[in-house]
């Protein structure tokens, strides 16, 4: 599934302000905030794309968010 990078969030962002932003790019599987930033991962290339065209440099809460396709692997949780 697609990884989404999402920089540029407020410090008070949560999940479903973000969940607002990408829920007309197809099905969410995963949002994961870390502050300033978060990953979002979907379920399409496609919409995955179409998210990144349409909001990166959008005005958010705010500010100016980046959107981009993730670089870091994500990793998967285990013992």
Known sequence: MPRLYVGGLPIDAR????????????????????GRFGFVELR???DAEDAIHDLDGVRFLGG????????????????
């Open 15 to 34: 999940p479903r302000d973000v969940e607002k932003l990408f829920r007309d790019y197809g099905e969410i599987s995963d949002i994961d905030l870390k």
């Open 44 to 46: 399409s290339r496609r």
């Open 64 to 79: 100016r968010v980046s959107v981009e396709f993730s670089r870091a692997q994500r990793r998967e949780r285990g013992g």
